[in-house]
């Protein structure tokens, strides 16, 4: 390529970068304005979910979706999200310049007479509680914990669904513009599998497995844009530094045996994906890395205006704030005044503020391989 055309891609690309966080905390799209993509797809569980799930759904112990003060530091009212506001998710649409991802389920219980639904900037598919491992093998395994029987396969049946509403020229149009947003799933299949004698080895193998396939599914179908979350430190979530042993902490002060597990799911992840890259040359596929991104935060808490690191914002009891079924929304739980201030809202799901700062960290930072920004130019390229 020539080197003037090299650098009117670079230039472009940091145009467009540029513009991400020039509009990342506004409140509705800016008109006129160029948008990287047209629309944005995504999947996950329930730190993507944006309304697929309502209260009394989900795991045990987080049945208060739709009750205050879920919603309370940007909306002012629950919206079905497991946070104080606005989820990675919606500070990605935002810094596309594009609305909040309506949810699947509010779509579909909304379309017209003729069975197809509203042509929108993107969908939702993730839903919380979401496995990647299908239900049954959950029930086969008598682990009733798991009160959600969707998993990665449903959303994909969703997304199937989605796709037959629309004309030929829409879904070449929805491959070609579209950036498909995998969030962070799977965290909830080693979770629903604690105390039972279902190895950590075999979830990580059933999960890999499975979700290789999902993706393989999307890729095959014409994806072109990929970004793929790995799984967080979950050994800081306050979930679980309030039932592991104090003994069992790492270098960070988080639950190294929960670590450990998130760390090595997602080397075997991102074996996949380089092997998917070979395999779909034409497509880009971007890994985000959650576990060192989370980790950074801890290391350095300050450096972002976080003052607490592990306890939750939204609950009760001590040390951290919670107690697992007396959670945020109950009636004995109470909000911190300013969650910006936390990284963990309710005990399992992060702040608001928290979210913003991985969602920095994942378009315009150093957490994804490759950059974000190589995904734009190529994108750009493809003009």
Request: net charge positive; with cysteine.
């Amino acid at each position: 390529m020539p080197s003037s055309i090299s650098l009117l891609l670079l230039t472009t690309a940091v145009s467009v970068v540029i513009l991400l966080f020039s509009t990342v905390s506004s409140a509705a799209p800016v008109p006129n304005v160029h948008r990287p993509f047209k629309k944005i797809y995504a999947f996950g569980d329930s730190f993507t979910d944006t309304g697929n799930s309502r209260s009394g759904e989900g795991p045990a112990g987080f049945g208060h979706l739709s009750s205050p003060p879920y919603g309370m530091t940007y909306f002012g009212r629950p919206t079905n999200r497991y946070t104080d506001g606005r989820l990675a998710i919606d500070f990605v649409a935002q810094s596309m310049n594009l609305p909040f991802l309506p949810p699947y389920l509010g779509l579909r219980s909304t379309k017209g007479s003729n069975g197809t639904v509203r042509d929108t900037h993107g969908v939702n598919f993730a839903v919380s509680g979401a496995t990647v491992i299908k239900h049954a093998f959950f029930v086969k395994n008598n682990l009733t914990l798991d009160m959600t029987p969707q998993s990665i396969e449903t959303e994909l049946g969703w997304f199937d669904k989605y796709l037959e509403t629309l004309g030929t020229d829409q879904k070449v149009s929805l491959f070609k513009d579209s950036l498909f947003w995998i969030g962070e799933i799977g965290v909830n299949d080693y979770a629903y599998t604690l105390g039972s004698t279902v190895s950590s080895d075999t979830i990580r193998q059933l999960s890999i497995s499975t979700f290789t396939r999902f993706l393989e599914t999307l890729l095959n179908k014409g994806v072109k844009y990929m970004l793929v979350q790995g799984h967080p430190a979950t050994g800081c979530l306050t979930l679980a530094m309030s039932l592991a042993a104090e003994d069992d902490r790492d270098s960070l002060g988080c639950v190294k045996s929960a670590n450990n597990q998130s760390y090595i799911h997602n080397l075997a992840l991102q074996s996949k994906l380089k092997q998917l890259r070979i395999k779909y040359p034409t497509a880009t596929i971007v890994y985000a890395d959650y576990w060192n991104a989370y980790r950074a935060v801890i290391q350095n808490p300050g450096k972002y205006g976080i003052t607490e690191k592990f306890k939750a914002c939204c609950g009760t009891g001590e040390p951290y704030n919670f107690q697992v079924f007396q959670t945020c929304g109950t009636a004995a739980a109470t909000a911190c005044k300013d969650p910006s201030q936390y990284i963990n809202w309710d005990g399992v799901h992060l702040t608001e503020a928290m979210y913003k700062v991985m969602a920095d960290m994942f378009l315009g930072g150093t957490f994804t391989r490759p950059r974000f920004s190589n995904l734009l130019i190529k994108k750009l390229n493809s003009l």
